[in-house]
Protein backbone atom coordinates (compact mmCIF):
# COMPACT_ATOMS: atom_id res chain seq x y z
CA UNK A 1 0.00 0.00 0.00
CA UNK A 2 1.40 3.21 -0.90
CA UNK A 3 1.57 6.76 0.50
CA UNK A 4 -1.42 7.98 -1.92
CA UNK A 5 -3.64 5.20 -0.96
CA UNK A 6 -6.91 5.47 0.57
CA UNK A 7 -7.17 3.67 3.73
CA UNK A 8 -10.29 1.13 3.52
CA UNK A 9 -13.10 2.25 5.45
CA UNK A 10 -14.83 0.12 7.96
CA UNK A 11 -18.43 -1.60 7.53
CA UNK A 12 -20.80 0.46 8.84
CA UNK A 13 -19.38 3.92 9.36
CA UNK A 14 -20.61 6.69 6.95
CA UNK A 15 -17.97 9.23 5.29
CA UNK A 16 -17.18 11.84 7.11
CA UNK A 17 -18.70 14.87 5.56
CA UNK A 18 -17.21 18.83 6.50
CA UNK A 19 -19.38 19.81 9.34
CA UNK A 20 -17.62 22.87 10.11
CA UNK A 21 -18.61 24.12 6.33
CA UNK A 22 -22.50 23.28 6.71
CA UNK A 23 -22.81 25.11 10.14
CA UNK A 24 -21.04 28.06 8.96
CA UNK A 25 -23.58 28.58 6.24
CA UNK A 26 -26.18 27.73 8.06
CA UNK A 27 -25.35 30.18 11.12
CA UNK A 28 -24.65 32.84 8.15
CA UNK A 29 -28.53 31.96 7.08
CA UNK A 30 -29.90 32.40 10.05
CA UNK A 31 -28.06 35.71 10.57
CA UNK A 32 -29.76 36.60 7.38
CA UNK A 33 -33.05 35.77 8.58
CA UNK A 34 -32.89 38.13 11.97
CA UNK A 35 -31.16 40.82 10.19
CA UNK A 36 -33.66 41.19 6.77
CA UNK A 37 -36.57 40.83 9.28
CA UNK A 38 -35.50 44.39 10.34
CA UNK A 39 -34.24 46.32 7.74
CA UNK A 40 -33.86 45.94 4.03
CA UNK A 41 -32.05 43.53 1.41
CA UNK A 42 -29.93 46.68 -0.50
CA UNK A 43 -29.52 48.32 2.58
CA UNK A 44 -27.90 45.00 4.18
CA UNK A 45 -23.71 45.02 4.16
CA UNK A 46 -22.16 41.45 4.11
CA UNK A 47 -19.59 42.22 6.13
CA UNK A 48 -21.56 43.28 8.98
CA UNK A 49 -23.19 39.81 9.07
CA UNK A 50 -19.81 38.18 8.56
CA UNK A 51 -19.06 40.27 11.69
CA UNK A 52 -22.06 38.80 13.69
CA UNK A 53 -21.54 35.24 12.95
CA UNK A 54 -17.52 35.85 13.56
CA UNK A 55 -16.66 34.80 10.33
CA UNK A 56 -13.54 36.25 8.74
CA UNK A 57 -13.52 39.19 6.23
CA UNK A 58 -13.31 37.47 2.44
CA UNK A 59 -14.93 34.15 3.62
CA UNK A 60 -18.13 34.94 2.38
CA UNK A 61 -17.56 33.54 -1.03
CA UNK A 62 -16.27 30.20 0.53
CA UNK A 63 -20.29 29.66 1.16
CA UNK A 64 -22.50 31.65 -1.21
CA UNK A 65 -21.72 32.28 -5.20
CA UNK A 66 -23.01 35.67 -4.40
CA UNK A 67 -24.97 38.26 -2.16
CA UNK A 68 -27.67 37.78 -4.73
CA UNK A 69 -27.54 33.58 -3.91
CA UNK A 70 -27.19 34.88 -0.32
CA UNK A 71 -30.51 36.48 -0.13
CA UNK A 72 -32.34 34.21 -1.97
CA UNK A 73 -30.87 31.13 0.73
CA UNK A 74 -32.27 33.46 3.64
CA UNK A 75 -35.43 34.11 1.46
CA UNK A 76 -36.12 30.28 1.40
CA UNK A 77 -35.02 29.61 4.36
CA UNK A 78 -37.43 32.29 5.86
CA UNK A 79 -40.21 30.63 3.66
CA UNK A 80 -39.94 27.16 4.90
CA UNK A 81 -40.06 28.50 8.84
CA UNK A 82 -42.98 30.55 7.71
CA UNK A 83 -44.68 27.23 6.11
CA UNK A 84 -44.29 24.84 9.45
CA UNK A 85 -45.36 28.08 11.36
CA UNK A 86 -48.28 27.97 9.71
CA UNK A 87 -48.44 24.19 9.69
CA UNK A 88 -48.45 23.98 13.07
CA UNK A 89 -51.80 26.39 13.59
CA UNK A 90 -53.70 25.90 10.40
CA UNK A 91 -53.60 21.95 10.66
CA UNK A 92 -54.49 22.01 14.22
CA UNK A 93 -57.61 19.36 14.47
CA UNK A 94 -57.90 20.42 18.06
CA UNK A 95 -59.18 23.65 17.17
CA UNK A 96 -61.88 24.89 14.85
CA UNK A 97 -60.76 25.89 12.02
CA UNK A 98 -61.24 29.56 12.77
CA UNK A 99 -59.73 29.16 15.99
CA UNK A 100 -56.78 27.69 13.95
CA UNK A 101 -56.75 31.01 12.64
CA UNK A 102 -56.78 33.31 15.96
CA UNK A 103 -54.49 31.06 17.48
CA UNK A 104 -51.69 32.32 14.65
CA UNK A 105 -52.55 35.91 14.97
CA UNK A 106 -52.25 35.46 18.27
CA UNK A 107 -48.94 33.77 18.01
CA UNK A 108 -47.65 36.63 15.78
CA UNK A 109 -48.47 39.46 18.05
CA UNK A 110 -46.39 37.68 20.72
CA UNK A 111 -43.92 37.05 18.14
CA UNK A 112 -43.82 40.71 17.33
CA UNK A 113 -43.80 42.02 20.71
CA UNK A 114 -41.33 39.84 21.69
CA UNK A 115 -38.74 41.26 19.60
CA UNK A 116 -40.25 44.60 19.97
CA UNK A 117 -42.12 45.18 16.78
CA UNK A 118 -38.01 45.83 15.46
CA UNK A 119 -38.97 42.58 13.40
CA UNK A 120 -41.60 42.22 10.18
CA UNK A 121 -42.19 39.58 7.55
CA UNK A 122 -39.20 39.13 5.72
CA UNK A 123 -41.06 37.99 2.52
CA UNK A 124 -43.14 41.37 2.88
CA UNK A 125 -40.01 43.58 3.55
CA UNK A 126 -38.08 42.33 0.49
CA UNK A 127 -41.39 43.05 -1.24
CA UNK A 128 -41.44 46.57 -0.61
CA UNK A 129 -38.07 46.75 -2.43
CA UNK A 130 -38.68 44.35 -5.30
CA UNK A 131 -37.72 47.41 -7.75
CA UNK A 132 -34.45 46.90 -6.44
CA UNK A 133 -33.62 43.71 -6.15
CA UNK A 134 -32.55 41.16 -8.85
CA UNK A 135 -34.11 39.75 -11.55
CA UNK A 136 -36.64 36.49 -10.18
CA UNK A 137 -37.10 38.40 -6.99
CA UNK A 138 -40.35 39.10 -7.80
CA UNK A 139 -41.65 35.67 -8.83
CA UNK A 140 -39.99 33.96 -6.07
CA UNK A 141 -42.00 36.42 -3.36
CA UNK A 142 -44.93 35.53 -5.07
CA UNK A 143 -44.98 32.25 -5.17
CA UNK A 144 -44.74 32.24 -1.08
CA UNK A 145 -47.47 34.41 -0.77
CA UNK A 146 -49.41 32.17 -2.95
CA UNK A 147 -47.93 29.24 -0.90
CA UNK A 148 -49.49 31.13 2.10
CA UNK A 149 -52.62 31.79 0.29
CA UNK A 150 -53.18 28.14 -0.41
CA UNK A 151 -52.33 27.02 3.02
CA UNK A 152 -55.08 29.22 4.39
CA UNK A 153 -57.62 28.55 1.83
CA UNK A 154 -57.62 24.96 2.75
CA UNK A 155 -57.97 26.24 6.10
CA UNK A 156 -61.10 28.28 5.30
CA UNK A 157 -62.80 25.32 3.44
CA UNK A 158 -62.31 23.16 6.51
CA UNK A 159 -64.41 25.72 8.25
CA UNK A 160 -66.82 25.99 5.53
CA UNK A 161 -66.97 21.94 5.53
CA UNK A 162 -68.04 22.82 9.74
CA UNK A 163 -70.49 25.57 9.04
CA UNK A 164 -68.55 28.21 9.90
CA UNK A 165 -68.87 29.52 6.59
CA UNK A 166 -71.41 29.49 4.13
CA UNK A 167 -71.28 26.78 1.62
CA UNK A 168 -70.80 29.49 -1.47
CA UNK A 169 -68.17 31.75 0.59
CA UNK A 170 -65.05 32.05 -1.77
CA UNK A 171 -61.96 30.59 0.26
CA UNK A 172 -59.08 31.32 -2.41
CA UNK A 173 -60.36 35.00 -2.54
CA UNK A 174 -61.07 35.18 1.32
CA UNK A 175 -57.30 33.64 1.96
CA UNK A 176 -55.75 36.20 -0.69
CA UNK A 177 -57.68 39.13 0.85
CA UNK A 178 -55.79 38.18 4.56
CA UNK A 179 -52.52 38.46 3.58
CA UNK A 180 -52.84 41.60 1.59
CA UNK A 181 -54.35 42.89 4.92
CA UNK A 182 -51.78 41.22 7.23
CA UNK A 183 -48.59 42.59 5.45
CA UNK A 184 -50.05 45.86 5.76
CA UNK A 185 -51.16 45.24 9.79
CA UNK A 186 -47.59 43.92 10.35
CA UNK A 187 -46.09 46.96 8.76
CA UNK A 188 -47.84 49.54 10.67
CA UNK A 189 -47.68 47.67 13.85
CA UNK A 190 -43.95 47.82 13.42
CA UNK A 191 -44.11 51.56 12.91
CA UNK A 192 -46.23 52.38 15.66
CA UNK A 193 -44.31 49.93 17.56
CA UNK A 194 -47.75 48.26 18.75
CA UNK A 195 -50.09 45.51 18.20
CA UNK A 196 -53.17 47.55 17.74
CA UNK A 197 -52.73 47.67 14.06
CA UNK A 198 -52.83 43.64 14.17
CA UNK A 199 -56.04 43.48 16.24
CA UNK A 200 -57.74 45.99 14.09
CA UNK A 201 -56.93 43.77 11.04
CA UNK A 202 -57.82 40.83 12.46
CA UNK A 203 -61.29 41.83 14.17
CA UNK A 204 -62.24 43.04 10.72
CA UNK A 205 -61.26 39.83 9.12
CA UNK A 206 -63.61 37.79 11.19
CA UNK A 207 -66.66 40.73 11.18
CA UNK A 208 -66.19 40.66 7.42
CA UNK A 209 -66.37 37.42 6.73
CA UNK A 210 -70.02 35.74 5.23
CA UNK A 211 -71.98 34.47 7.47
Given at each position: ????????????????????????????????????????F????????????????????H???????????????????????????????????????????????????????????????????????????????????????????????????????????D?????????????????????V???????????????????
Amino acid sequence: MTENTPLPRKPGRPPKVDRQHTDTRQALIRCGVEVLTEQAFTATGIDGILKRVGVPKGSFYHYFASKDAFGRAVLDSYADYFARRLDRWLLDEALSPLERLAGFVQHSRASMARHGFRRGCLVGNMGQEVSMLPAGYREHLESIFVSWQSRLAQCLEAAKADGELPAGADCAELAAYFWIGWEGAVLRARLVQSDAPLNTFIAGFLRGLPR
